[in-house]
């Protein structure tokens, strides 16, 4: 599936996943492929993207937003985001 993380100014992330997990305004749900149709409110957290099957990961702290998952595409509208770096 395909996932893109925008805010006003850029495009933060945009590429295909194997699934994301999202801090959403009742807590962490996440979305993998062939999800049903969604919109849902985002609180400030941290989403990590899994890049593959084999536990390839990215992490991005955002502030609040929504996101959309329509026909196998995941669109993560924030106020503002940042990547985390990982050791």
Known sequence: MNLEILTPEK????GDV????????????E???K??????ALKA????V??????HLAFYTIQS???EVIN???TVLVEGAAPVETK
Request: proline content about 5%.
């Open 11 to 14: 495009k933060l992330f945009s």
């Open 18 to 29: 194997y699934g994301v997990q999202l801090p959403g305004v009742t807590g962490l749900f």
């Open 31 to 33: 979305v993998l492929e």
């Open 35 to 40: 999800h049903a149709p969604l919109v849902s």
């Open 45 to 48: 957290g941290r989403v990590k």
């Open 50 to 55: 899994l890049k593959d099957k084999n536990n």
């Open 65 to 67: 937003g929504f996101v």
């Open 72 to 74: 196998n595409k995941v």
